[in-house]
């Protein structure tokens, strides 16, 4: 029984889900996945989680910030960065964003650099969306370069 009312009101909470978002912006929190091809002798495997909040510019145009955490067992990257994005139809929204990264392995090598990335965001259901990004770090002599998959929730 306790299984049924929880599923339920999960349903419920996302059938019930603000104007908002649905229209790319508001509160929202995600976990990726992916490749990341590292100049540091590292695993090829990033996962990591973001907190973020975007807000309607003009018309199609949303921008937000975002706060993130990478691989946190073997090598830590902590991130901040603004985004920009367009809302190319009722399901779907391509951004680009541009912030900081601090990256620090099990050795204790600590760098500072930047992060660039882009991508796509597509509503799945309700508040509910996945998405496919690129990105870039750079942090002097070490490079990465990796494609992801995600998935998050507005709210």
Avoid: S, W
């Avoid at 909040?53 to 830590?76: M, Q, S, T």
């Avoid at 399901?91 to 930047?114: M, Q």
């Amino acid at each position: 029984m306790k299984t049924f009312v929880t599923l339920a009101a999960v349903a419920l909470a996302a059938a019930a889900t603000p104007a908002f978002a649905g229209d790319f912006t508001g509160p929202r929190v995600e976990a990726t996945a992916g490749y990341q091809d590292v100049t540091a002798n590292h695993t090829n495997l990033t996962y990591g989680a973001d907190v973020g909040y975007d807000i309607k510019v003009l018309g199609p145009i949303r921008a937000g910030a975002e706060v993130g955490v990478d691989n946190i067992f073997d090598r830590r990257n902590i991130n901040v960065a603004a985004r920009l994005g367009v809302k190319l139809c009722n399901h779907a929204l391509a951004y680009a964003k541009v912030g900081y990264a601090n990256y620090r392995d099990i050795n204790f090598t600590n760098l500072d650099g930047a992060r660039f990335a882009g991508g796509v965001e597509l509503k799945v259901l309700g508040p509910i969306y996945t998405k496919v990004e690129y990105r870039h770090e750079d942090f002097g002599g070490t490079k990465t370069n990796g494609a992801l998959v995600g998935a998050g929730i507005r709210f």
